[in-house]
């Protein structure tokens, strides 16, 4: 139900910056706790930060400090602002949404396709 769109991932060299965005439809936006996660290849997915609709504030600790992630409830938007990038942070990134639907309130989750981050060294 909800469809989500990721953008603004890119190459760069290590200390530098991207900001990726994730576009939302379809749901209500702003009751939805918002996440970003990234796979690297041979890894598992893991969670890189999430935000819930309070605006509290989850990171992995690899990317504290360096990470940002924040939310438009105006315009649908997660953000996920990245500096001093390492050559370890190369991997898909894909954005979440976790929200409640129906009459029962079940819990739904939706996945966008993910964006391409690469850090060379």
């Known amino acids: 139900q909800v469809q989500l769109v990721e953008s603004g991932g890119g190459l760069v060299q290590a200390g530098g910056s991207l900001r990726l965005s994730c576009a939302a439809s379809?749901?209500?936006?702003?009751?939805?706790?918002m996440g970003w996660y990234r796979q690297a290849p041979g890894k598992q997915r893991e969670l890189v930060a999430a935000?819930?609709?309070?605006?509290?504030?989850n990171y992995a600790d690899s990317v504290k400090g360096r990470f940002t992630i924040s939310r438009d409830n105006a315009r649908n938007t997660l953000y996920l602002q990245m500096n001093d990038l390492k050559p370890e942070d190369t991997a898909v990134y894909y954005c979440n949404a976790e929200y409640l639907s129906g009459i029962f309130r079940d819990r739904r989750s939706s996945w966008g396709l993910g964006t391409q981050v690469t850090v060379s060294s």
């Open positions: 379809g749901g209500p936006f702003s009751s939805a706790t």
């Open positions: 935000i819930t609709s309070s605006s509290s504030t």
